[in-house]
């Protein structure tokens, strides 16, 4: 079956614009997540999604980031105003239901913003 | 919330030759450890995981043990191969209330280079 894909694989914007970045989950899976990874650096972090609703945003840097799920499957991250320390590689992972024990999170192959 | 530790940052082998890769972490009610493998400008991959209700797993060339008293877990290559060359990440998950939906923190990864 297929994995989790992201579009675009790249976006290059410019400072102050506003940027999209599309998740498609593995069919089935519940449990969504953003990450995003600097250069050298682990993923970190983002927001969390059970379902429709954001479990857990405390990853979002500010109130320029917001994502949405609104039917329990496909996620956008929506950046406002980008800024150039918005460049990264934004990742997006999907599992199975948790419950009380984490299972495997499969990754997207991420989008590269750069931001200029 | 979670805190991370990874080490080294970087590792150099020649093929054959073992490699460990050592991580820590804060939370003691963390109770699931994964190691996912990323090469370059690919994504993240699952390649073993334990639960803390063993010490130690093994599938093939790789094993991981995990010692919770002292809160860290290490990952074992045995007989490298140059195309287990990439940075591999550790990671623990946060838990919440005795519950924990999945949401990683990530180490900040360790570049394995196997030579022939």
């Known amino acids: 079956g297929a ?35 600097s250069l050298g650096q682990g993923p970190e972090f983002l927001i969390y999604f059970q379902g429709t609703g954001a479990a857990d945003d405390s990853g979002l ?15 956008t991250l929506k950046i406002q105003r980008t800024e150039r320390g918005d460049s990264a590689v934004y990742l997006c992972a999907s599992s199975a239901q948790p419950g009380l024990a984490p299972n495997e999170q ?9 931001v200029l | 919330g979670e805190n991370v530790e990874q080490h080294p940052s970087t590792l150099s082998v020649q093929e054959g ?14 109770n699931y450890f994964p190691w996912y493998k990323q090469e370059l400008g690919k994504r993240p991959q699952l390649i073993i995981d334990i639960r803390s209700n063993v ?12 010692n919770k008293t002292a809160k860290h877990f290490s990952l074992h ?14 990671a623990a998950p946060v838990v919440a209330g005795g519950t924990s939906y999945g949401k990683l923190t990530f180490g900040q990864g360790t570049i394995l280079t196997v030579h022939p």
């Open chain 1, 3 to 37: 994995g989790v894909s992201q579009t675009p694989s790249n976006k290059v914007t410019e400072k102050g614009k506003y940027v999209e970045l599309r998740c498609d989950p593995i069919s089935g899976h519940t449990a969504l997540y953003w990450y995003r990874q």
């Open chain 2, 55 to 66: 010490g130690e797993k093994k599938d093939q060339r790789i094993a991981v043990t995990l």
């Open chain 2, 17 to 30: 030759d073992s490699a460990v890769i050592k991580c820590t972490y804060s939370d003691s009610a963390s």
């Open chain 1, 61 to 75: 840097p500010n109130d320029r980031f917001f994502a949405v799920r609104p039917e329990g499957s496909v996620s």
């Open chain 1, 106 to 114: 499969f990754f997207g192959p991420g989008t590269r913003l750069t």
């Open chain 2, 77 to 90: 290559i045995t007989e490298t191969q140059p195309e287990d060359s990439a940075v591999y990440f550790c």
